[in-house]
Structures are given as structure tokens and as C-alpha cells.
């Protein structure tokens, strides 16, 4: 009879708690998650980091080492209200223009940000190491980010451009061999194609805007810039034949002065002959002479030889004949005459 009274009883109370349960499930269920201190970064709101002290890590959701500091950036951005200090990350997949304009070449990588000046942070991404250098500032000894290398630069600009566009062209990409299924090497010939055919729509927009910003020059310019030219050219042509004209006289007063120096010369070897002539000459004379007068002086000498006793074959001089003497000037007279046709 007792167990007859309290057997509903227990069954609407198992029922009543059975019921809390399933409604309070749901409701955990749906709570939401703990809220992260890091803040996402996009191209959208990436100037933000121009103003106050940030710090920038940079990553892949594919990265290992970007999955192993990520508990460590979490508690360095949860005390970032202590340190005074803005913490940010990027997704390089989702944004790859960021990663162009700060040029990420590895990851996970991490920036520092102070009044619009960068600084790379090259140390661990350990909270310790991270809190040290922002309590210590050791950012001070670290080269900031200057010039064209600044994010805010136009170069860098530039370049978030380029990485933007290939960012997109990966992304059309994987559309293409992935959800659709098409062979990587289709997806290759259409970009070719595509690259192609932008170029030449490029060359002939520009080709396009210099037209309409060429503005031809009126009729009688162009006819004086056509005289101008063609005097000129004139002009160029008178100095090179000049020039022309200078050399061959030049040449020419070379010439004669070579001339002028080989008759002098010649007229000095002439003269030197002429000398030696004389000398030959006066030699010849002279030989002359004295054979003329050993001829008088060995006269006598026979005469009386032939009236005393003939001596002997060996000690009779050789007494020289009227035809010797004929030859000898003759040769004489040659020369002269030789002389006298030269000197003229």
C-alpha cells in the first residue's frame, strides 16, 4: 500500500529531474567560448597599429611552430592592459597583402610597433622573453624599420598589391583543381593565356592615353624645326669637309717638307761626293806629278848608265810609259766633266 503511494511520486520526480537535465545541456552547450585577448588584424584595420605600442605576430593556421607559441601569445596579450600594450595577429593565408607589406618571408614572425615606427623581434615567442623586452625596452637596440622598408611606405604598398594578387590567384587556383577538379596543367594554361591577354589590353591602354595626351605641334613649327634640322646637318657637313680640307693640307705640307728635307740631304751627300772627288782628283794629280818627275829625274840616270857598265835587271826602276800617263788624265778630265754635269 506505501509502495503503491510513492511509486508516482518517485516517477514524477525522476521525470522532473530528467527534464532540468536536458534544458540545462543545451544551455551549457551553448555558452560561449573563452574570450581571446589577441586581436585579428586584417588590411582593413591594419593602420590602428600607427598609433600607441603594438606587438604583430604573423602565422599560419598549417604552421607547427605558430601552434606552439600560441598559449604563450594568448597570456602575453591577457596581460597587455599591464604592460600598456596592443597585441595583434595575422592569418598570411587570409591576408596576404600584410604579409606583403611588412615582407613576412618566415614564420611564425613578430613586429613591434611604436608611434608608426617597426621593428622586427627576432627572440622566442616565449611570454617571459616577450614581457622582458617591453618592460626593459629593449626594442630601443633593435634598428627600426625605415625608409622604403617601413610598412607605410609606398614601396611596401606596392608590394601588399603584389602579394594581394597572388593571394587571389592561389586561392582561383585551388577553385580550379580542387572544387572543380580540373588538371593542374588546364589551370596553368588558362593563367598563360590570362597574363597574355591582359598585357597586350594593358600596351594598348597606354598606347591609347599617349595619343590623347600627344599634342602634335602647328604646321609652321614643324616646318622651322625641318629647316633647323636640315641646317644643321648642313652645317656638320661644311665642318667635316673643312676638317677634311685642313688634313689633306696638312698632308701635304708634310710632303713638302719631307721633299724639302730629302734635297737637302741630297744636296749634302752631293757635296761629300763632290769632295772626295777633289780629293781623288788632287790624289791623282799628284801621282802624276811625281811620276813625271821620277820619268826627268831617271834621264839622266840612263844616259849614264849606258856609258858606263848595265847594272843588273833588279835594281833598274820601272820607268812609266807616255800611254800610262795619257790614261791617267783622261780618267782626269772624265771626272771633271762628271763634276761639272752634277753641279747644275
Not at 500500500?1 to 552547450?29: D, I, S
Not at 598606347?207 to 599634342?215: A, K, M, Q, R, T
Not at 799628284?286 to 839622266?300: S, Y
Amino acid at each position: 500500500m506505501a509502495g503503491g503511494r510513492w511509486g508516482p511520486l518517485l516517477t514524477a520526480l525522476l521525470a522532473a529531474r530528467v527534464a532540468v537535465a536536458e534544458e540545462a545541456g543545451p544551455a551549457q552547450a551553448a555558452l560561449p567560448e573563452e574570450r581571446s585577448w589577441v586581436r585579428p588584424m586584417t588590411a582593413s584595420n591594419w593602420t590602428l597599429v600607427m598609433e600607441g605600442e603594438w606587438m604583430l605576430k604573423f602565422y599560419a593556421p598549417w604552421c607547427p611552430s605558430c601552434q606552439q607559441t600560441d598559449s604563450e601569445w594568448e597570456t602575453f596579450a591577457r596581460n597587455g592592459e599591464t604592460l600598456q600594450i596592443s597585441v595583434g595577429k595575422v592569418d598570411v593565408i587570409q591576408e596576404p597583402g600584410l604579409s606583403g607589406r611588412f615582407f613576412v618571408t618566415t614564420l611564425p614572425a613578430f613586429f613591434h610597433a611604436k608611434d608608426g615606427v617597426f621593428r622586427r623581434y627576432r627572440g622566442p615567442g616565449i611570454y617571459e622573453d616577450l614581457q622582458n623586452y617591453i618592460l626593459e625596452k629593449k626594442w630601443q637596440s633593435v634598428e627600426p624599420l625605415t625608409g622604403w622598408k617601413s610598412p607605410a611606405s609606398l614601396t611596401m604598398s606596392g608590394m601588399a598589391g603584389l602579394f594581394s594578387i597572388s593571394g587571389k590567384i592561389w586561392h582561383l587556383h585551388n577553385y580550379f583543381t580542387v572544387t572543380l577538379g580540373i588538371p593542374a596543367w588546364c589551370s596553368y594554361v588558362f593563367f598563360i593565356m590570362a597574363t597574355l591577354i591582359f598585357g597586350l589590353l594593358m600596351g594598348l591602354v597606354l598606347v591609347i592615353i599617349s595619343e590623347c595626351f600627344y599634342v602634335p605641334l602647328p604646321r609652321h613649327l614643324s616646318e622651322r624645326t625641318e629647316q633647323t634640322r636640315r641646317s644643321e646637318e648642313a652645317h656638320k657637313a661644311e665642318q667635316l669637309q673643312d676638317a677634311e680640307e685642313e688634313k689633306d693640307d696638312s698632308n701635304e705640307e708634310e710632303n713638302k717638307d719631307s721633299l724639302v728635307d730629302d734635297e737637302e740631304e741630297k744636296e749634302d751627300l752631293g757635296d761629300e761626293d763632290e769632295a772626295e772627288e777633289d780629293e781623288e782628283e788632287d790624289s791623282a794629280a799628284a801621282r802624276v806629278d811625281e811620276e813625271r818627275n821620277d820619268a826627268q829625274d831617271q834621264g839622266p840616270l840612263r844616259e849614264v848608265q849606258e856609258d858606263g857598265e848595265p847594272e843588273p835587271e833588279e835594281d833598274t826602276p820601272v820607268q812609266p810609259s807616255p800611254a800610262d800617263t795619257e790614261v791617267a788624265e783622261d780618267t782626269l778630265r772624265q771626272r771633271k766633266s762628271q763634276h761639272a754635269d752634277k753641279g747644275p
